[in-house]
């Protein structure tokens, strides 16, 4: 099959399988996992195959950037002409398919062992909660609660397609609007996987929230592709970043003159904020860790794999016009992004290691790491942000499923002791899991290296490090020390969580009964593990002492995507951005291993010890979730609680009665005053008149005849005066 | 020969002095009787008028007697309803006969 | 036959009246016969429009299937009927609509009779209006279908709530509100009809290819103002009595009331199809015969209709009433709708123009698929639990898991999720809108913004959060009548969401031939 006609085709798998497990398989939890799964892996194959033939054909990666496999068609007939939409493969979507097949896969697969497929069901188990847990006897006549399986299983695997299906659009797409497709679907998809336990009341909420916030995004980016398309008259990538369209952006001014802006730097800015929100960047980071309600899957697909790293995408796709117009510095769109970059990095480092809850940790670390990619795309690292983004992807969800995992085995502790006031996702509750369950023990030590940038045999170390040389070798200096401080407390708040949840021993009974997990679990760990390691290889820098050559730096290429004119080299190697990623990374580890070694049940936190009052601020995250209710969330509510009802009610119904008001009291005057008197009186008078005339006439007729005669003699008398006077003239 | 306006004049008083009676009476046969006064008067004038103008032809004489027979018989039917109306309403004041009244 | 090919036109626009008349000798107690010879009456326009739709050639410019008859001779109005892009997709609009409203109807029991023939004379109302091309001819068929709509409400409305007015008077809330609706729109097409009436003394005909000719190039001094001075009082009183309808803020009052008390298939109808009728008049009427005023109070149309975006979606979001949530996101879409016409004036002849009304036009037939739907579904809720209020449901999803999933579809048809049909309307308004009338635009998103709010309001009050007690065990699932009511809509939707093309193609041309 011809290449592009497979581009076409891969997305529609996963929602294919969303219609049919919708509509047909609702019931079965085996077909829909083998539907959902099944599609996951067509996709996957196919992906696997389209990234083969887009590096292998000639010129590798740098032909793919010249020629990308591309596809268009009409879609919406506007005027003369019409809207297009199509498919295209270049490097950095080959690059971009590549982890996105892999995670989906894995992530679909573990899903399977997540809700507990084969146990049974529970008998209080209701649709929209979490499994509480079935009560089974075993052969000696013992009951045990052993995990149950997730009552809305199929719903599940329905909508987790639909996410696959959003994300891989995104990836394949040829314009800016079908990306903005596929995002749009992620969103909702996120919602309603986010609140996939609709009845419990912090889930529902979360999921709006996270709606919401990244609505404001999205609010945002759609101005910016309807400014684009109007700017541009088109969103496709092959016009829209041709270099006559880019000159024309840089040299047009923004919109009204907007801050003094070119209308690319406004455009780039107004696409930017999309990625704010739904890559969670300061100040809309809020959502995602509100977003640990969903299942762990979700959390690993929506917040590691795709979701957010579509934000990135985006804003390296659009890379071109964020930095046209500026030759060697950076534009004010790039200033933006590096400053939001940096300081969220900071900024969420710090509070994650203020976090107790495992999942809530790498919720923060996500938000960090993004704003490292962020800030490296500031910067105008591109190859850099490209490279993060894959092995985040990789060893983000490797953590998460880990974590899954590890939550796994202390629900199946809570459940064997009956004590449900213990919270299993709480890393206070753990300690000694390593014993207990070695396989997502190393594997999450493999991720958690990785995260933390541990030199050489990690795919984060080559990544993150790119990004610190980038930035040295530019002379970005603020954002160098930020980024290196944030990777210091990475290390050291991962490291932190591997030996409060590995390491010392068992803190709660819970945490003893703990075991292993499924083989569905684990095996897409270790294969997340592998690229974890092995993904950094594929980039090691051209000119790095010793193992710089050994393996083709394959990454490099996708800076082929970019137009020609901004493609840029390598920067040189500099042993300095090495130390400070060597120093960071082993220091912080080394520190957290030194603060946490002798960690005991029930001890204050070292780290609380250590910051005091400043950990309550940290681990309340600033307290800006609260500013926020209290301030745009009390006043949205109270326009549309108070404001807009007081205005129709009060004051446009209120006009509108008081003009019903006065026609009212009109027609009451005029009724009064006119219509009664004059005119019903003239007909009362009418009628009432004959009547009377009548009542009082008819008296002449007194049935007396003498009367009548008398009237006779009288008229008799007068005719003839008459007739007389008459017969005289 | 006296004038023939003595007659009429004769004629003319009777004939008022019966229609006083009839409009004035309150009793029905009083009323009658104004009516035959009335009659009568008619009878006087007719007499004097052939007497005067054409006393060969008889006509004048027989207008005299239909007059009478005439007079007579609504005599007869008026008593006889008189009588009637008596028997009814115990009353013969023509005053309280006005059934017909509006 | 023939007889039919010639007068399609007049045959859809009457087959509902000659429905009407058959039901009227149909035996009143006959309620199941009823209901069924209405609804089959009603598909009779359906069919012929699908007829008309596929004969219809999208590539040729003015209008089709013309018919004329003479009508009042002496003032020169005709009844003059045909159809373009932009009054075919409205047609059709109203001939999908009004059947699955009848079905939607089947649970009325009382005077079934005289409720169907009122529907179908109110078909009859709105498919004149978007069929008919003489001014007089506008605007009877215009007030012609308030009748039906006053009585629809006012006698088969909500049995409960009542408005208290003023000096202690209390009404009960239908009567409150066709009241309303009906009085309030008849006062503001009073300036509607003296404009017509002086469209017609000033240049001697009410044909609208005429005017359309002639109007616009008209000089000289009539009643004592100059031209233009009589233009923009003609204008204002078109815009004012169109803009009460679509409704365009602050005119916009009337329309909670109404929908809310209306019945369901009343609401269906009165969001789906005769809140175009406003619209509709603005981009038959206003554009063509006022360019210049138009052109000129763009701005100001565009904000009141930045107002409806936002202040829509706000008052949606404080509403505990679900109908009047519902009602509330009309106004939020009407407002794009509005946008777009004004984007599409002040930038005529251009792209702008032609890409903002093929958004609005887009958005006129989506809106009335996505507004019948939750409409509809509000109905199929109320039908079991017999309240509105939101904070009664609570955690139904498990108890009607097809409804839940058909409302969240529906909702995200009605929010805009792209792949659904409301995205790329939405898309198109705001990108012929965001060149002219920028700051609006910008502002309209805060509108966009509550929009998800409301709409995720409506399902965590419903679908979401702990299961409300009250209703395990009492709550039937939705049933197949009403699944043949939402489907089709359903099916629609997604697919316009994803190629959009039959049905812009067709729009495209007319808006093109109009306004490029």
Known sequence: MATEQLIWLLPLPPLVSFFLIVLLANRNKALSHTIGIGAAFLSWLAGMVVFFRAVTGEHGLHGLGEHPLHSAMDWLPLGDGAFQIGVNIDPLSALTLFFVCWTVLMIFIYSVGYHNFGQPEGEHDQKGLPPHGATVTDEHGHQHTVLSVEPNYSRFFAFISLFAFGMFVLVVSDNLLTLFVGWEIMGLCSYLL??????????????????????????????????????????????????????????DAAVGGFLGLSAAGLIGLLLFIGTVGKSAQF??????????????????????????????????????????????????????MAFIGAFTALFAATIAVAQNDIKRVLAYSTISQLGFMIAALGIGAYVAAAFHLLTHAFFKALLFLGSGSVIHGMEHGVLHTG????????????????????????????????????????????????????????GHTAVFWTLAIAALLTAFYTMRQIMLTFFGEPRTKEAEHAHETPWTMTAPLVILSVFAVAAGWAGIPEDFPILGGLVA????????????????????????????????????LFLGWLVYRKYKAGATDPVKKMLGGLHTVLQNKYYLDELYQATFVRLFNWISEVFTPAMDRGVIDGFLHGIARVAFSLGGIFRDRFETPVITGAADLLGNGVKGFGREFRGIQSGRIQQYMNVVLVIVVVLAVFIYILAQV | MIPLSWYLILAAALFSLGLFGVLSRKNAVAILMGVELMLNAVNINLVAFWRYSAPEVIAGQVFTIIVFAVSAAEVAVGLALVISLYRRRQTVIAENIDLLRW | MDFFTEHLLTAILFSPVVA???????????????????????????????????????????????EQAAWYEAINSSFHLGVDGISLAMILLTAILTPLAILASFGISDRVKAYMILFLFLETGMLGVFMSLDLLIFFVFYEIGLVPMYFLINQWGSATGERKLWGGMVVPARTYASFKFMVYTMGASLGL??????????????????????????????????????????????TIAFALKVPVWPFHTWLPDAHTEAPTAGSMILAGVLLKLGAYGFIRLVLPLYPDQAKYFAGAIAFLAVMAIIFGAFASYGQTDFKRLVAYSSVNHMGFVVLGIAAAALSVGTENAVIAMNGTVLQMFNHGLSAAGMFFLVGVLYDRT????????????????????????????????????????????????????????????????????????????????PVNKEWIGHLKEIDKRELLVIVPLMALMLWLGIWPGWLLGVINHTVTALFG
Do not use: C
């Open chain 1, 194 to 251: 986010i609140g996939f336990w609709f009845a419990k009341p912090s889930a529902r909420a979360a999921a709006i929230k996270a709606f919401m916030t990244t609505r404001i995004g999205d609010v945002f980016m759609l101005l910016g592709l309807a400014y684009l398309y109007s700017a541009a008259g088109s969103l496709s990538y092959s016009v829209i970043f041709s270099p006559e369209v880019l000159d024309r952006l840089v040299h």
């Open chain 1, 283 to 336: 100040p809309l980071h809020v959502w995602l860790p509100d977003a640990m309600e969903g299942p762990t899957p979700v959390s690993a697909m929506i917040h590691a794999a795709t979701m957010v790293s579509a934000g990135v995408y985006m804003v390296i796709r659009i890379f071109p016009i964020l930095a046209a117009g500026a030759e060697h510095g950076l534009t004010p769109a790039m200033t933006v």
């Open chain 1, 419 to 474: 004590n449900h006031d213990v919270d299993p996702q709480d890393m206070m509750n753990m300690g000694g899991l390593r014993k207990k369950m070695p396989v997502t023990f190393w594997t999450f030590l493999i991720g958690g290296f990785a995260l933390s940038g541990f030199p050489f045999i990690t795919a984060g170390f080559w990544s993150k490090d790119e990004i610190l040389a980038d930035a040295w070798a530019h």
């Open chain 1, 553 to 588: 730096n394959f990454i490099h290429g996708v800076s082929a995507t970019l137009p020609a004119a901004m493609i840029e080299k390598a920067p040189a190697f500099n042993v300095i951005p090495l130390i400070a990623s060597l120093v960071v990374a082993l220091g912080g």
């Open chain 3, 20 to 66: 009407g008349l058959v039901l009227l000798f149909l035996p009143g107690e006959e309620k199941k016969l009823l209901r069924v010879a209405a609804f089959i009456g009603s598909l009779i326009p359906l069919a012929l429009s699908l007829i008309l739709w596929f004969r219809f050639d999208p590539t040729a410019t003015g209008f089709q299937f013309e």
């Open chain 3, 193 to 238: 009809l003296l404009a017509i009436q002086m469209i017609g003394v000033v240049s001697g005909t009410f044909d609208l290819p005429e005017l359309y000719r002639s109007w616009t190039s008209l000089s000289g001094t009539y009643f004592g103002l100059d031209i233009a001075q009589v233009k923009t009082i003609a204008f204002w009183a078109f």
């Open chain 3, 386 to 465: 017999h309240t509105r209020d939101l904070t009664k449901y609570g955690g139904l999803f498990p108890l009607i898991p097809v409804y839940g999933g058909i409302l969240i579809f529906t909702s995200m048809a009605s929010l805009g999720l792209p792949g659904l049909n409301g995205f790329v309307s939405e898309f198109l308004v705001v990108r012929g809108a965001w060149p002219v009338l920028t700051l609006h635009t910008a502002l309209s998103m805060i509108g966009l913004l509550f929009t998800g709010a409301y709409i995720l309001k409506g399902i965590k009050s419903t679908l979401h959060g």
